[in-house]
């Protein structure tokens, strides 16, 4: 009986964390919205994930212009609007959306969420992620003619990232507000990856080139006019020095030798 009391404590407890904490599933950017990949990055708001990883209470204008297919599934109301992303609107207090991110750097990170409302006091949302608490949003009503797309950036908070996958979620905490877009800066210096190794400069050509079939290189031709020619050069031009001075010698004895008769 009271293994039974604590496998069914267990079940209870596990569940009760399964509704707690978002799941990863069936993101709808595939692999997950990239953080970190660039200084800033942008979480917008009409990509939330589907297979039911939100939470709607009912639709009050049945606008699904920028997610069709959450029309049959009865999930978050969208359109197009003036903020260059789309938006979520028609909010109520309690709902919520959730995106899967895949972090590429690890490092702080600042969020600021693009807000837009037309009451006042104006909505506001809080952000998680892995449900922990990075900051609430509070959107102010900015009138004009269409003061739901007026839209203006309101600081979040900022958390440490790990690289990993994870979730954002945004509650809207009072539903009068339509939101755009989260901005996520980086607060360091994005790696940049090492620029690739310089081309080998070519050799100089140092001497004859090897045959293609791999044998031994032709050897380099002999210089004409080398050291055996200019002995032999050297050699009878003294022979013919040494033979003049024997014919003067000669020449210079017989004529002594003749004045001496007389």
């Known amino acids: 009986m009271a293994r039974r009391i604590s496998a069914v404590l267990i079940a209870a407890v596990l569940i009760g964390a399964l509704t707690v904490i978002p799941v990863l599933a069936e993101p709808y ?9 660039k200084e800033k990055s942008y979480i917008e708001a009409v990509l939330f994930d589907g297979d039911g990883n939100y939470h709607e209470t009912g639709a009050t204008n049945a606008n699904y212009s920028e997610r069709p297919e959450m029309e049959d599934e009865g999930g978050p109301q969208t359109e197009g609007g003036s903020s ?5 609107g028609w909010t109520s207090a309690g709902e919520w959306v959730q995106y899967t991110i895949n972090v590429i750097n690890p490092g702080r ?10 009451t006042s006091p104006a909505g506001n949302i809080n952000v998680l992620y892995n449900d922990n608490l990075i900051g609430n949003a509070v959107s102010e009503n900015l009138g004009g003619s269409e003061p739901w797309q007026e839209y203006a950036m309101y600081d979040v908070g900022e958390i440490d990232l790990a690289e990993s996958t994870g979730v954002i979620k945004v509650e809207f905490v009072n539903g009068a507000v339509n939101f755009a877009v989260l901005e996520v800066t980086a607060l360091f210096e994005i790696p940049t990856e090492p620029p690739p190794p310089p081309e080998p400069e070519p050799e100089p050509d140092g001497g004859a080139e090897a045959p293609a079939d791999g044998g031994a290189a032709d050897p380099a031709p002999a210089q004409s006019g080398g050291s055996n020619d200019d002995d032999d050069g050297n050699g ?11 014919v003067i010698a000669i020449a210079v004895i017989a004529v002594v030798v003749t004045k001496k008769k007389k």
């Open 29 to 37: 950017v595939t692999g997950g919205i990239k953080v970190g990949e």
């Open 109 to 118: 990170y600042k969020f600021e969420a693009m807000l837009a409302s037309g």
């Open 236 to 246: 009878m031009i003294i022979g013919i020095i040494i033979a003049v001075v024997a």
């Open 84 to 88: 260059g992303f789309g938006n979520i």
